[in-house]
């Protein structure tokens, strides 16, 4: 599945965009200015996601390389 796939699915199961995500993430301190914190790891995110939006492993996975800037919205 491409980034993108990954994006427009986490979207119609969630109704939450990217940068939605973006702005639950500051509001949880895994983020700050827009930056992923040292301190955040990748299973803190997933957990997070798998908690609250039942959203498998690469689904959430996809959210945090976009939250740690490995992707962007535009990546394929």
Not at 2 to 26: H, N
Not at 34 to 63: N, P
């Amino acid at each position: 599945m491409s980034f993108q796939g990954y994006l427009k699915t986490i979207k119609s199961k969630t109704g939450k965009d990217a940068a939605g995500f973006r702005k639950m993430a500051e509001e949880k301190g895994f983020t700050q200015n827009g930056e992923l914190k040292a301190s955040t790891k990748a299973g803190d995110i997933v957990q997070w996601l798998k908690d609250d939006f039942e959203l498998g492993h690469g689904h959430a996975m996809a959210i945090y390389a976009l939250l740690k800037g490995i992707k962007n919205e535009d990546s394929d």
